[in-house]
């Protein structure tokens, strides 16, 4: 069943001239669609505390530990590089044709790509298999529409205390799988030291977890998972359509392509058609996307220096922990997340409004990036003990509240998407964005992390660095109002 959706007259958030009964969630597929937040999360969780040491094994540093973080980098962004060609044009036509076929074809290419990856023994093999992941999955975009299509204004924050729930177990379990299986012949030789299989490709086994466990969610998408855009244009019609113009497809366009609220007196007056990209782009799209990607910069080059640093040798910077240790790290640091979200956010979100979750998420970047040289001067003049894991621990607890921006941000997407029928292209839009600032944030931030740990440079410009990016994200965020509702009541 899809829930009856507001009009763009109707407030985000509950009005107290207008009160209104909260929509109980729809749990027949929503249940779906908390299991389809995991295998993306997963598999990029699972490579994040093997992929230093596999940048080593493979040779392309040729034995120069600063250059691991540069090559991390290129890996980490050439995901995001084919994301962002391809993500808005996967979200709008998920708009034409629905959702579901979309998020098939993006299961089927997490899936693929995973097997490839931990076949892969040239940097040039591994850079490919996320290429094609980055290029076909749509998943996380798409599936944020589907969840708007299904959900209402009065029950959306509460479903986002929910979707807490796979991803704080993909992004617990993701790094335990990633740090424990790796190189299992040599960490677990009783049982798998026969197999050359695994000795010749040692990363092979998470890697085969992670798409074992996709292909079980395309299965359940395939079977389970109901379409949610009421009525959608045929494939076949929308190639007729660039073929032969866009007076064809207007000519076969359906009447309505958007949920409406029966007790609207003129639900005519609601927009039914998705939007040209021009049409989309208005003042409030465009603010949103500009926090989105400066946010999602910011959190992508935390994430993508916090395995590095980790890695890397205390007498260079780091704090010279191995995968396994890294792994347990990022593991407590996805449950955290998970678990303060489901238990605070709709609460905050009720107290404090998105704005304010949002700008205090943005604004904990800055004491995030200062406690990086804090825990390795700590850990060169004390050793690592309790004082550097007391530092380790308020740094991955800040990390929380950066985590927290992206369901406000989902918010103030739903407030200013021009009408309901564009919601996945105006999704997309943002997701593009965000795609263009996860490519410059992770290579970046790793070569540049790389470049000041060589000799001669100065070993805080990844810091001054980071600090910059947290300052501008701050600064955009000043472009949102304290309320997304306020979006929707001026329109």
């Not at 029928?421 to 070569?447: E, H, L, M, N, W």
């Not at 740990?453 to 990844?462: K, N, Q, S």
């Not at 810091?463 to 929707?488: C, N, Q, R």
Request: glycine share 6%; hydrophobic share 45%.
């Amino acid at each position: 069943m899809i829930a009856q959706q507001d009009d763009e007259e109707t407030s985000l958030l509950q009005r107290p001239e207008r009160p209104t009964a909260k929509t109980p969630l729809p749990w027949d597929q929503f249940w779906i669609l908390l299991f389809l937040e995991m295998p993306d999360p997963v598999s990029s969780y699972i490579l994040a505390p093997f992929v230093p040491q596999l940048i080593r094994d493979i040779g392309v540093t040729h034995g120069d530990e600063s250059q691991v973080g540069h090559y991390v980098g290129i890996l980490q962004s050439s995901y995001y590089a084919a994301h962002t060609l391809t993500i808005f044009h996967w979200s709008q036509l998920s708009d034409h044709i629905g959702r579901k076929p979309v998020i098939l074809t993006a299961l089927s290419a997490i899936s693929i790509s995973m097997f490839s990856f931990g076949l892969s023994k040239t940097f040039f093999a591994l850079v490919v298999s996320r290429v094609v992941c980055g290029a076909f999955d749509a998943s996380n975009s798409v599936i944020k529409s589907m969840l708007m299509d299904i959900t209402d204004v009065t029950n959306m924050p509460l479903a986002f205390n929910y979707i807490s729930i796979p991803w704080m177990i993909a992004t617990t379990i993701g790094p335990l799988i990633g740090g424990s299986l790796s190189r299992p012949a040599d960490r677990f030789p009783d049982i798998f030291g026969r197999s050359e299989l695994l000795k010749m490709y040692p990363y092979l086994l998470p890697c085969s977890i992670s798409a074992f466990f996709t292909s079980i969610a395309w299965l359940v998408t395939h079977v389970c998972l109901k379409e949610s855009v009421s009525t959608r244009t045929p494939l076949l019609e929308l190639i007729k359509g660039a073929f032969f113009g866009q007076s064809y497809l207007k000519s076969r366009q359906p009447s309505s392509n958007v949920i409406v609220d029966p007790g609207e007196a003129n639900a005519g007056e609601v927009q039914s058609k998705p939007l040209s990209l021009r049409a989309l782009l208005t003042p409030k799209v465009l603010s949103v996307t500009a926090s989105y990607a400066t946010t999602g910069m910011l959190q992508m080059s935390l994430s993508s220096v916090l395995p590095i640093f980790y890695a890397t040798p205390i007498e260079l910077g780091g704090l010279s922990l191995d995968p396994s240790r890294i792994g347990t790290l990022l593991a407590v640091q996805g449950a955290a997340h998970g678990v303060f979200q489901l238990l605070f956010y709709a609460r905050l979100h009720d107290r404090f409004g998105a704005g304010a979750i949002h700008m205090t998420g943005v604004s904990s970047g800055i004491p995030t990036v200062i406690l990086f040289p804090v825990i390795n001067t700590l850990a060169r003049v004390y050793g690592i003990g309790m004082a550097v894991w007391l530092c380790v621990s308020v740094q991955l607890a800040l990390t929380t509240s950066l985590i927290m921006c992206y369901p406000c941000i989902t918010l103030f997407i739903r407030a200013a998407a021009p009408n309901r029928a564009s919601v996945g292209a105006t999704i997309g839009i943002g997701q593009v964005a965000v795609a263009v600032a996860r490519i410059i944030g992770p290579a970046s931030a790793a070569s540049v992390f790389s470049y000041s740990i060589e000799a001669g440079h100065d070993a805080w410009l990844i810091y001054y660095f980071l600090i910059t990016i947290a300052f501008l994200a701050v600064g955009t965020s000043l472009l949102l109002p304290h309320d997304p509702s306020v979006w929707e009541d001026s329109q």
